[in-house]
């Protein structure tokens, strides 16, 4: 009886019928052993048990599958269905990426306050991606040296860089070179950068503390590193599939807090591993910002001016 009411619907309803199940094809910008994606599996594992039938994430890997650099445009064209990366690694399909690591509130302020919807309507219209949440917040960027300095002055320094850091250190007097982070460890050893940018929190999951003497503070910006998803994927979900994964990702964007615990105890970590603090003033922080505006602002003089007033405190 049940079995003819079920088919019975089938034939009539089809809208009313369950999708079939749908799998997300997931990569990292980060490697497997880091603690951004030990932060995230747990997630998928539990959307993945919610979603039996529904919806599905099968988590490829990290950049042992794909080169971070390139994650972005695989999201864009939809080689990869879902990504966690960060706006820095995709300033090839347009120079708003970098622009998420200047907000100065956490994601869910950014959701209330308009921009988070801003941030789809340019990640919809310039990368066909669905910016869906926000998995680091309450992480500053450090310079990370292995030479002394004692004046905010970096002239001299070759430095490993994204364009997290690029206009900032130059502006400073650096010399600067883009890496992956697979590529700081040998980079260090040869002597090939005198330091390099990265968060307050993570060195110890690429060894880098063994080449590290000095930590510049104050950190300035905010690490950003996102779930985005190629958009013709996303429009392709049904209601329940968005709602479930929405669900799944702003729980675990809401946990954030837990990075302010990492951030303390890589700090004492760093201590620990010998690594000494250069403190400069304000001046070093606004700086920071002032020329990472600009430069955001000059690149996307029609979106800079608007994040930037949606970003700021
Ligand atoms: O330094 C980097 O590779 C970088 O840009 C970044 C961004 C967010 C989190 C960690 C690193």
Redesign the pocket.
Do not use: L
């Given at each position: 009886m049940r079995k003819s009411i079920g088919l019975l619907a089938l034939a009539l309803a089809p809208g009313l019928v369950q999708a079939q199940e749908v799998t997300l094809r997931a990569v990292s910008a980060f490697a497997e052993n880091t603690t951004y994606v030990k932060n995230l599996l747990p997630m998928i594992e539990r959307l993945n048990a919610e979603g039996k039938g529904r919806l599905q994430i099968n988590f490829i890997g990290g950049p042992k599958a794909m080169p971070p650099f390139e994650v972005g445009n695989a999201v864009r064209t939809g080689v990869v269905d879902l990504a966690m990366t960060?706006g820095?690694f995709y300033t090839n399909i347009m120079p708003e990426a970098d622009a998420l690591k200047l907000t100065q509130m956490p994601h869910p302020d950014l959701r209330r306050n308009g921009g988070h919807d801003l941030i789809n309507k340019i990640w919809n219209e310039k990368a066909n991606m669905q910016y869906l949440g926000r998995v680091?917040d309450f992480t500053p960027f450090h310079l990370y040296l292995t030479k002394k300095i004692d004046k905010p002055d970096l002239t001299g320094l070759k430095l490993r860089i994204?364009p997290?850091y690029r206009e900032f250190f130059q502006a400073l007097g650096a010399t600067v070179m883009q890496t992956p982070?697979g590529e700081v460890y040998t980079a260090l050893e040869r002597g090939v950068v005198d330091g390099y940018?990265?968060?307050i929190n993570g060195i110890f999951d690429f060894n880098w503390h063994e080449k590290t003497k000095f930590r510049v503070d104050p950190g300035f910006y905010s690490?950003?590193?996102s779930l985005v998803m190629n958009l013709d994927k996303w429009k392709g979900l049904n209601a329940e599939q968005r709602g479930l994964l929405t669900r799944h990702v702003i729980s675990l964007e809401n946990a954030n807090d837990s990075w302010k615990k990492v951030n303390q105890d890589d700090i004492r970590k760093q201590k620990e591993a010998g690594i000494q603090v250069i403190t400069f003033g304000k001046q070093y922080y606004d700086k920071a910002y002032e020329v990472a505006w600009a430069s955001a602002i000059k690149a996307s003089p029609t979106y800079g001016p608007q994040m930037r007033k949606l970003f700021s405190k």
């Open positions: 960060t820095a680091i994204t997290v982070p940018g990265w968060p690490a950003e590193v």
